[in-house]
């Protein structure tokens, strides 16, 4: 089974800005993903690229929610639909004429799986943020404290540990904070700082 999508452009450039609503969203994410845990991982994804297009992109209020919906949305399909995964979830944000730079984002979350280069900002880091983002809450669950008081050195030797975790790819972290031109410490640091405060 090939999740290649052998396409380069995504949506229509007309729709630049169009965005679906908060309500929208969410309803478009309870509807098609009914498991927890992935649930979870998307709000938390979506969390991290809002606080990084506010925090370090300086961006508005309207971008920050076009990075924090391509979090929320870039796996919307893999519970109910795993070999149309990305394909569906690009297709649905098509069909709602919704911001080409959203459904790029998404379509480039797994470069090595998809066959869509990251180019833009937001592609680089929910890129960077994705499988980074799953390996510290895995760490996260093993802790009885979860979060609270999670260090830096620790989610280090749980990365460098290849059995913790083993379905988190290594190699394509280090890929993708190389795309994105950031730290691999830095972004582990962003992530344990915040990742907590989703529920
Ligand atoms: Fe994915
Ligand atoms: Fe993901």
Redesign the pocket.
Known sequence: MSLLLNRSSFGNPAHAGNVLSRDEAYRLFTDWVKNERLQLHMKQVAHLMKCWAAEKEGLNEADQWRWEMAGLL??AD?DQWPEL??KKIIEELEARNIDPEIIRAIAS??PNHFGVMPETRMDKMLYAF?ELSGLTHAYSLMRPEGYTGMELKGIKKRFKEKAFAANVNRDEIIEAMQMAGVELESIMHFIIERQGAVK
């Open positions: 870039h796996d893999w995964h990305c979350h797994g994705d």
